[in-house]
């Protein structure tokens, strides 16, 4: 396929500000590269951290943007799998140097030297974008449309998330009931867990969001539910959520926090935490959990709850997540074909 020489990309040229509309150059691709035409590109949290200036070191002036559904219109030399026409899926972790430390030992997520879609490189706000082949996840044609492109962030981070908690854990407390929730709560379910939906108090519209999920209880974060948690997921960029969280998990249980940014935890009293009580952190993902929840999502099947977009309407998009007035998903859709369904 021939390329333009030029596309229109919304680009972050200084954080704190909104995007801009730019004409920029159409990405090259050197030989374990691909080039991608755009289908669809969620916005993410992280996203909205990246553009408010709360994530330090993004690569300026910078195209946002990692949860890419694309078609790929461009191979280089030494592609192996992939071809022209073939859909994938791009995520937050774009590049890892399989030499560090980290690498070695199998968590290529930890990465001394990994290169992010979306922050220290060009993502999916764009009408093309770049990717490595082996970091690309193949998408059959029918799961190429908007409703997976949350999956390949808030999905696959809730996911890793969730797999931490471990095996044992039937009653599952959820703070933050955004859009790594609403599809974590079909695994967790699928998976015959219990789940308590934590909200911000008053916020009514998303317990009874929760509740027609499958939540069996939901109610706002400073409330307790009729029962102990065995662990619990933290998903809003709150602090003082985790000492809350520790109250009500119960003896060895897990709290986990699936955010990239948080503000500040507030001290909490140390038997909050004694009895075997864990707290820790998840950062980026791996491709065996991409993998992993692909697989799982189609065997569900879990749906996604997605609002729509044009790729000019991004900054409108930010504003309306910040504002807390997205129920499930914000996807964009760069307007250079045909726009896949929503369903």
């Known amino acids: 396929m021939d390329l333009p020489s030029s596309m229109q990309a919304m680009v972050l040229e200084s954080p704190g500000k909104p995007l801009v509309l ?7 691709a050197n030989n374990s590269q691909v080039i991608l035409q755009v289908l669809a590109c969620g ?20 195209v946002l943007g ?41 968590r290529e997520n930890l990465c001394e030297n990994a290169v992010f879609t979306g922050y220290t490189r060009n993502g999916g706000y764009a009408e093309y974008v770049m ?5 690309c ?34 009653r599952l407390g959820i703070f933050g009931f955004g859009v790594a929730a609403h599809i974590l709560i079909q695994v967790a379910l699928f998976q015959q867990k219990q789940v308590y939906a934590f909200t911000r108090d008053g916020d009514r519209e ?60 507030p001290s909490f009293p140390y038997e909050w935490l004694w009895e075997e009580r864990v707290v820790r952190s998840v950062a980026n993902l791996t491709r065996k959990d991409g993998e992993s929840l692909l697989r799982l999502a189609a065997q569900i099947p879990v749906k996604t709850k997605v609002q729509l977009f ?24 760069p ?7 929503s369903t």
């Open 22 to 28: 730019r004409q920029i150059p159409v990405p090259q």
């Open 43 to 62: 916005v993410c949290r992280t996203d909205l951290h990246i553009s408010d200036g709360e994530l330090a070191h993004p690569v300026l002036p910078l």
């Open 66 to 106: 990692h949860e890419i559904i694309g078609r790929v219109v461009h191979c280089g030399q030494e592609i192996k799998k992939l071809r022209e026409g073939d859909c994938v899926g791009v995520p937050w972790l774009g590049y890892t140097c399989g030499t560090c430390r980290f690498c070695r030992s199998g």
């Open 131 to 135: 990717a490595e082949e082996a970091y």
């Open 137 to 170: 996840f193949p998408l059959a044609p029918e799961r190429a449309k908007p409703p997976t492109a949350p999956l390949l962030c808030a999905g696959l981070i809730g996911y890793r998330s969730y797999c931490l908690l471990g095996d044992a854990v039937t």
């Open 206 to 265: 998303s317990q009874e969001f929760a509740r027609s999920l499958g939540a069996s209880w939901a109610g706002g974060s400073s409330e307790s539910p009729p029962e102990r948690l065995d662990g619990a997921l933290i998903f809003a960029p709150v602090g003082s959520l985790v000492p809350q969280a520790l109250r009500l998990v119960d003896k060895g249980g897990s709290v986990v926090c699936g955010g990239i940014h948080m503000s500040d935890i």
């Open 310 to 333: 044009p790729l000019a309407s991004a900054n409108e998009a930010l504003d309306q997540m910040r504002q807390g007035k997205i129920q499930g998903a914000a996807v964009l859709i």
């Open 335 to 341: 307007e250079i074909g045909p726009i896949p369904g």
